[in-house]
């Protein structure tokens, strides 16, 4: 992650003390994209929400989930538009005593389609782990985390099949035009390959897609332990939940959001900790522009250079969010008795019940 040196100016976010001042944050934040901009960076990232399951999942089996094509967001993925050399008779349904047959189109949609996608997990990746947007999505809202793979982690046992085959990592291509002409794939026996139907299918998104940067690795679920291959020869859609071992060693790093709770940093953080994986926090600064120029870009602080940690897993949601402008003009004033502070005689019980609070939490 970002190696960032700090200065001996304090910022304290509700007992969250990191030594930067707003001329160091923007730097920082600068430094911090232009390396993810960098085609020299080859770590992939995934979103995680703070789901129990997902988190036991992954923090105490160490399993992490491939999902079917059917349970990603888009519904417009793997649903192309089907064109025809012939369209006059691609689009034609049949009559037959009442019954009535589907169009070649729809007949292929479904063969070509459901049948070759549902026996498929696809691990979803990026190369943006400072997205605001994909924090809010994929992550519920900030809550959740990111997992830095390391640039080769499909080489890992776990990450290959049964017999060894390793599934490479492969860059999604947005396209204005999300089709796929049948006639055109086939070969002079109206044969169309799984490989090219694969290529068309499982690598292809519309354009509006393209601020996620996706890179993919798909592998059969017939890998993972709990996948029974189903009997049935007609095509279903599959809705299971399908999780695969994975190796420890394939993590770089761990990203904390911004919103996670206090009990979730602690897991985390723990589970780290035994293994030796560094981890980050995610700071939100409101009045700083993100690098598609929208407001509110996100800092990924090592929690390693934090002067306190305790503070950090200790800290609400709330304390990591803030504006250059109030980090630029904060300073600490030592005082004797709460009664001091400019808003006690207003607020008195909750100010004393505020600072006994604080002065709990701060207690090992």
């Known amino acids: 992650m970002v190696s960032l040196e700090f200065r001996e100016l304090y910022i304290l976010l509700e007992g969250v003390i990191i030594h930067m001042n707003t001329e160091e944050f923007r ?31 992954i923090f105490k089996n160490q399993k992490i989930r491939f999902t079917q094509p059917r349970a990603l967001n888009d519904p417009l993925e793997f649903s192309p538009t089907f064109l025809f050399n012939d369209p006059d008779t691609a689009y034609q349904s049949y009559d037959l005593d009442g019954i009535r047959l589907p169009t070649i189109e729809l007949f292929y949609r479904v063969q070509i389609i459901e049948s070759q996608i549902n026996h498929y997990g696809i691990l979803s990746l990026t190369k943006i782990p400072d997205s605001f947007d994909m924090w809010s999505q994929y992550s519920n809202g900030h809550r959740g985390f990111i997992i830095e793979f390391k640039k080769d982690f499909w080489k890992y046992p776990s990450m ?19 089709s796929i002409n049948l006639d055109e794939l086939a070969d002079g026996s109206s044969h169309i390959s799984k490989a090219s139907i694969h290529d068309e299918l499982f690598y292809k ?83 700083y522009k993100d690098r598609l120029n929208k407001p509110t870009a996100l800092l990924i602080l090592p929690a390693a250079n934090f002067r306190d940690k305790h503070s950090i897993l200790n800290a609400k949601p709330q304390s990591f969010c803030s504006d250059t402008i109030k980090l630029g003009h904060q300073t600490t004033l030592q005082i004797k008795d709460i009664k001091e502070v400019p808003y006690h005689e207003a607020y008195l019980d909750i100010a004393d019940e505020l600072y006994e609070s604080l002065l709990r939490d701060s207690r090992p």
């Open 160 to 178: 290959k099949s049964t017999e060894g085959e390793k599934y490479r990592v492969r860059k999604v291509e947005y396209v204005e035009n999300y």
């Open 205 to 287: 998104k519309t354009s509006r897609w393209e601020h996620e940067n996706e890179y993919r690795m798909v592998r059969p679920l017939i890998d993972s332990p709990d996948y029974v291959v189903p009997t049935t020869r007609y095509v279903f859609t599959d809705v299971g939940v399908y999780l695969f071992p994975f190796d420890i060693e394939c993590i770089s790093s761990i990203v904390l959001g911004a919103n996670m709770s206090v009990e979730n940093k602690k897991t985390i953080s723990q589970f780290c900790e035994n293994h030796s994986i560094p981890y980050s926090q995610v700071f939100l600064l409101r009045d």
């Open 27 to 57: 730097k920082a934040i600068a430094k911090q994209q232009e390396k993810w901009n960098s085609k020299e960076f080859d770590s992939f990232f995934k979103y995680f929400s703070d789901n129990p399951d997902v988190i036991e999942g």
